[in-house]
């Protein structure tokens, strides 16, 4: 069964400072990997997904994740973070064989302070 | 282009009230989801739909939930004899064609709280 670990589950920083949100998963099979967004009482929202390929993903807002197969891991970067980013960040994995699920981590709350 | 929507947006139940979630998917997706998301954690799976068939029900916690798609759009989660463990946020998603890797697509959920 695929499992998500999100090492962080609160990330301070400062306006304009880069962050990294990470995140290790577990399969025994190949990987869909995702990371969404939760902003205050708003459902989640897509910012990326690696499926196959290049193993550097661009998402939206700026946002872009490496996937490392040898490291088992999937983490998030910006390299200049905004008051805007304040949210909180989900890594996902699809859990192929059966149901199309999303198996979630428990999430990594970011707050950018200015 | 009309989002997931789910309703209501929130609900207080006293111990032992059913209560009935709905989901009104984006048209035409296919698929739909329910995760169950409590405080402070990411969200669990709990049911999922390809048009009217549940072909997946195993994150539903008891036989006190039960979730229905019966027309393949709208669907519809009850919960009977709610208790207080079954507060927490309850998230809708569709995605076009339930195929591996797709983006499902969430509402903001349905906020239950059980007094």
């Known amino acids: 069964a695929q499992s998500v670990t999100q090492l962080d589950s609160q990330v301070p920083v400062f306006e304009e400072a880069p962050v990294e949100l990470r995140c290790n998963y577990s399969?025994?099979?190949?990987?869909?990997l995702f990371w969404y967004v939760q902003y205050p009482n708003q459902g989640l929202q897509l910012l990326l997904k690696?499926?196959?390929?290049?193993?550097l993903v661009k998402g939206i807002n700026g946002f872009e994740a490496e996937f490392n197969k040898s490291q088992t891991s999937f983490h998030l970067r910006k390299p200049s973070v905004h008051i805007s980013d304040t949210a909180e960040y989900f890594c996902?994995?699809?859990?192929?064989?059966?149901?199309?699920?999303?198996?979630f981590g428990k999430g990594t709350k970011l707050t950018v302070n200015p | 282009g009309a989002g997931v929507s789910q309703s209501p947006r929130y609900k207080v139940a006293k111990r032992g009230q059913d209560v009935a979630l709905r989901c009104d998917p984006i048209s035409g997706h296919v698929s739909l989801f329910w995760y169950q998301q409590a405080l402070g954690q990411g969200p669990e799976f709990l049911t999922y739909f390809q048009n009217e068939a549940q072909l997946d029900k195993s994150g539903l916690p008891s036989d006190r939930f039960f979730a229905e798609r019966p027309e393949g759009s709208v669907s519809t989660l009850k919960i009977q004899r709610t208790q207080q463990e079954d507060s927490a946020v309850y998230l809708c998603?569709?995605?076009?064609?339930?195929?591996?890797?797709?983006?499902?697509?969430f509402g903001p959920g349905t906020r239950l709280l059980v007094l």
């Open positions: 399969s025994s099979v190949s990987v869909y």
């Open positions: 690696y499926l196959s390929g290049s193993t």
């Open positions: 998603a569709s995605s076009p064609a339930g195929t591996a890797g797709e983006t499902q697509y």
């Open positions: 996902a994995v699809f859990s192929q064989g059966g149901s199309e699920k999303l198996v």
